[in-house]
């Protein structure tokens, strides 16, 4: 064991690239994704080290070409769910007992090759596999995956750096211990770096993980653990089941050494979960965790102030970047009268310029295309209700599904505050805009904050400041992130840490030390250095 006291490198976000046409990058990853789209990559569980052909297969498919099939992946069934938690259960002994700067070394390393030699296989599986743009994959895969791998062993520094008062004849001090079992992570198609940061969090405090990814996000998820185990990752640390979250979370959750969920996903899906935790709760050696994000109904509030160039701006970005697939896409916005007219018109040109196809074959554009069938149809059907209901359709809302899961940047414009594309989480490239008199500015504050079951992000615009004093304080509890005169999406690890409350999550802040905290069980020891050897206190004479 080594000896001595030691310091992380100070951790700074990730510089993202360009990667502007003729760039010696653009030419890289251009070559990269060429060469992926050729192959066919199977992608195997990964149990204690070794690769499991389950003989269950899916395929990943390109969401903007229905007929490029990117991998061939090993769906794990109820036995390789069980050797993966019997598997993260032997290595947690060892796993734990590794001096931390050890554990810290690994995902350290991990950040560079990601930086480095990886870069361009990550970003080329994000953009293949999840149909992102070259800037969003970039933003996305390699940097906030990097910043999240740097940062968190940072976090977990400063969480052991924490000690108590100690006063004369004793010493006090705190260690951290892993949680007492293993940790569920579950995680989402539409950020890499979110599918990588569940399950490396709690193993940088020393827990083992049974990772299950969305299948619509396996070929990014199988490079990402390829990069780990290139650290130095041991064998059973981290162990990749694909395949049915619902049968992978039974097996799981059923067990008396589950510990922990770390979730990313619907809100249905962690309200399911969290009734099969409580219901075994007695099973278990410990009460477990849950860290959850679930999604969002995420705002813009614009004050009669406003500045209408940047307004039009971050509406644009906010809600269509990445087809509207985040959980922070603006998706309600609250619009003055007075500035409705030039916001109408700079917003639907800007929708209408902004590109779209196949983010495979070209570089250049804007979006791709929504992640697969079922999405597509769930957008379809939730503008022709808007038609149906008189909703104005400012742009878009012409779907195409010849070849890829197209929906084009689409505005609407309601008279209801309270109708469904304005309450409803649809996880797509669909604003709806409710215009309101200027004067009844402070009459939309609770109604932006009751509207809708969550509480994720919003903004708010204003160039009058005590306009945004007012709406901060109204909507204190309407998002866990909230921007002042910017879109509500792009929080970038270390400066906007991320999460929010009521139906969107736990709010336990991604990208932060109150994150690393969860996954972390204190033990509190107080060491005396001559103890008592009189029963009696001086009060009884």
């Known amino acids: 064991m080594s000896d001595g006291t030691f310091r992380v490198p100070t951790p700074v976000n990730e510089p993202v690239q360009g990667y502007a046409p003729g760039t010696p990058e653009r030419t890289s990853l251009e070559a990269t994704v060429r060469q992926m789209a050729a192959e066919r990559t199977e992608a195997p569980c990964v149990i204690d080290g070794a690769e499991v052909l389950t003989g269950e297969r899916f395929a990943q498919r390109a969401p903007h070409d229905h007929g490029l099939e990117l991998a061939e992946v090993h769906a794990a069934g109820i036995d390789e769910v069980r050797r993966a938690i019997d598997g993260v259960e032997a290595a947690r002994h060892d796993w734990a007992a590794l001096p931390f700067e050890h554990r810290a070394a690994i995902f350290l390393r991990a950040a560079d090759l990601l930086a480095g030699p990886f870069r361009d296989t990550i970003n080329a599986a994000t953009i293949l596999g999840q149909s992102k743009s070259v800037q969003q994959a970039e933003i996305d895969a390699a940097c906030e995956l990097i910043d999240f791998l740097r940062f968190n062993v940072a976090y977990a520094q400063q969480l052991h750096a924490e000690q108590p008062l100690s006063v004369a004849g004793e010493w006090n001090r705190t260690e951290l211990r892993p949680l007492d079992g293993f940790v569920l992570a579950i995680t989402p198609f539409n950020f890499t770096a979110i599918a990588g940061n569940l399950p490396t969090a709690p193993a940088i405090l020393g827990n083992t993980v049974v ?197 084009p940047p689409t505005v609407l414009v309601t008279d209801n505050p309270r109708s469904p594309t304005m309450t409803e989480e649809l996880f797509g490239p669909i604003l709806t805009v409710f215009v309101y008199p200027d004067e009844d500015f402070d009459a939309m504050l609770p109604e932006v904050d009751q509207a809708t079951r969550y509480a994720l992000t919003g903004a708010v615009f204003a160039d009058d400041r005590a306009a945004v004093a007012r709406a901060s304080t109204a909507l204190r509890h309407a998002a866990g992130n909230l921007y002042v005169n910017d879109k509500p999406t792009g929080s970038v690890v270390g400066r906007q840490p991320f999460g929010g409350a009521r139906r969107s999550g736990t709010n336990d802040k991604a990208g932060s030390v109150f994150n690393l905290l969860r996954w972390a069980s204190p033990r509190a020891i107080k060491e005396t250095w001559a103890a008592p050897t009189d029963w009696r206190y001086p009060h009884q004479g």
């Open 211 to 407: 990772w299950k990814p969305s299948e619509k996000q396996a070929l990014a998820a199988h490079h990402t653990l390829r990069v780990l185990r290139a650290a130095g990752l041991p064998d059973g640390v981290i162990n990749l089941v694909h395949g049915d979250g619902a049968l992978v979370a039974d097996v799981a959750v059923s067990d008396p050494r589950f510990a922990a969920l770390h979730f990313t996903g619907s809100e249905a899906v962690l309200t399911s979960l969290w009734e099969r935790i409580g219901a075994n709760v007695g099973r278990y050696t410990s009460f477990p965790r849950i860290v959850g994000e679930s999604g969002g109904k995420d705002f813009v509030l614009a004050h009669p102030s406003a500045d209408v160039d940047r307004l039009a701006v971050a509406l644009g970005r906010g809600a269509f970047e990445y087809q509207g697939q985040k959980c922070s896409a603006a998706s309600r916005a609250y619009l003055p009268a007075s500035r409705w007219p030039a916001v109408r018109d700079r917003l639907a040109d800007l929708a209408r310029d902004l590109t779209m196809g196949d983010v495979g074959r070209d570089l250049s554009l804007y979006l791709g295309a929504v992640i697969d069938e079922r999405a597509f149809r769930r957008h379809a059907a939730a503008i022709d209700q808007a038609r149906h209901e008189g909703v104005e359709v400012l742009v878009g809302g012409d779907v195409d599904d010849a070849e890829g899961w197209f929906v």
